[in-house]
T-cell receptor
């Protein structure tokens, strides 16, 4: 397995704005997952995008995947204060082992 | 109903002690994991069990010994605790080895004094 690297490390926006977080990885993948972690809680799975997909939507979330650049982005539209959390990407090439980076800490100000 | 539960939520202990953290999942999943999250928020896998059998051990010191009495439980026993063991430990589960979405417990914050 391999570790995803999220960028930026921290992001602060106003409520209603869009938030974009990026993830880079090093080797080929079967899929890439995004997770959210609220302060003091466990990670919650948000979305999984397979290597043959380029874009996926789930509610206000939009994930893109560019396998040629080995990168993914997570866009949260019309952000809310409740979106304040850390967001982690987890590229997967082994099937049963995920390795997470340090995440992007998103702060949405009301 | 809690899907993946861990006890205790907080654990404060002295260096050299032995302690256990318990994990249970009621999702009927075959695969369970232990992760360690350090102060910089990096989450690293420690162990993975599938149907009570160890399938991943990521070069964790042998002071850490996971025990899986059945596929719904994966407990973590730590001997001779060291200061560097202070972290948040997360248990997780997934339906199978090839199904990748993982469900995490709430974490156990271990502080070694």
């Amino acid at each position: 397995s391999q570790q995803g690297e999220e960028d930026p490390q921290a992001l602060s926006i106003q409520e209603g704005e869009n938030a974009t977080m990026n993830c880079s990885y090093k080797t080929s993948i079967n899929n890439l997952q995004w997770y959210r972690q609220n302060s003091g809680r466990g990670l919650v799975h948000l979305i999984l995008i397979r290597s043959n997909e380029r874009e996926k939507h789930s509610g206000r979330l939009r994930v893109t995947l560019d396998t040629s650049k080995k990168s993914s982005s997570l866009l949260i539209t019309a952000s809310r204060a409740a979106d304040t959390a850390s967001y982690f990407c987890a590229p997967d090439n082994a099937g049963n082992m995920l390795t997470f980076g340090g995440g992007t800490r998103l702060m949405v100000k009301p | 109903d809690t899907a993946v539960s861990q006890t205790p939520k907080y654990l404060v202990t002295q260096m050299g002690n032995d302690k256990s953290i318990k994990c249970e999942q009621n999702l009927g999943h075959d695969t369970m994991y232990w992760y360690k999250q350090d102060s910089k928020k990096f989450l690293k896998i420690m162990f993975s069990y599938n149907n009570k059998e160890l399938i991943i051990n990521e070069t964790v010191p042998n002071r850490f010994s996971p025990k899986s009495p059945d596929k719904a439980h994966l407990n973590l026993h730590i001997n001779s605790l060291e200061l560097g063991d202070s972290a948040v430990y997360f248990c997780a589960s997934s339906p199978g080895q090839r199904t990748n979405e993982q469900f995490f417990g709430p974490g156990t914050r271990l502080t070694v004094l």
